[in-house]
T-cell receptor
């Protein structure tokens, strides 16, 4: 039973354009959400997070949007660069999972030059 | 300096063997984790320790035994290895595991192949 879903296994975007990665969750107790980026043969690295009391958090080219009523969040990357090509994982924590982080299956982003 | 380091990075071993993966974090975090990334690429929690105390123990075969000698170290010992244990094992840590709002930091992973 997947509590964090990323329904797009892959996404291709032209360099300079916007990349939008989506994530849905089912557990309304989650109150903190994170995005991680993973290159091959490396561990996931933290990218950006958002608390459930906010609906937007921005850090440079990366913005995360949270829609609590829809249990949906998205990561926007603008402008996309070839170095952004990686697998992106959405993660959630909170409630009974306060000390646990539940991960989605990941979306492979390819930014084409 | 590597924040979360785990060894070995690659391990190929035969069925039935016993092996250990070591993990150390120098971030001063209280909570450490073992995650498994299976063939379908899902990252799933196996264990979590908060200041040497086991706080999460997901449904994992008894052949897997974590050991935390201190809060900076969390080792994973696997007995009687099976083919299905082949996966990537990630160690991770977070500052205060019992409080929501933390960020989790991962090691580079240990690629285990059982033949």
């Amino acid at each position: 039973d997947q509590q964090v879903k990323q329904n797009s296994p892959s996404l291709s975007v032209q360099e300079g354009r916007i990349s939008i990665l989506n994530c849905d969750y089912t557990n309304s107790m989650f109150d903190y959400f994170l995005w991680y980026k993973k290159y091959p043969a490396e561990g996931p690295t933290f990218l950006i997070s958002i608390s459930s009391i906010k609906d937007k958090n921005e850090d440079g080219r990366f913005t995360v949007f949270l829609n609590k009523s829809a249990k949906h969040l998205s990561l926007h990357i603008v402008p996309s660069q070839p170095g952004d090509s990686a697998v992106y994982f959405c993660a959630a924590s909170g409630g009974n999972y306060g000390q646990n982080f539940v991960f989605g299956p990941g979306t492979r982003l390819s930014v084409l030059p | 300096d590597t924040a979360v380091s785990q060894t070995p990075k690659y391990l190929v071993t035969q069925m039935g063997n016993d092996k250990s993966i070591k993990c150390e974090q120098n971030l001063g975090h209280d909570t450490m984790y073992w995650y498994k990334q299976d063939s379908k690429k899902f990252l799933k929690i196996m264990f979590s320790y908060n200041n040497k105390e086991l706080i999460i123990n997901e449904t994992v075969p008894n052949r897997f035994s974590p050991k935390s000698p201190d809060k900076a170290h969390l080792n994973l010992h696997i007995n009687s290895l099976e083919l299905g244990d082949s996966a990537v094992y990630f160690c991770a840590s977070s500052p205060r595991g019992r409080i929501s709002g933390n960020t989790i930091y991962f090691g580079e992973g240990s690629w285990l192949t059982v033949v």
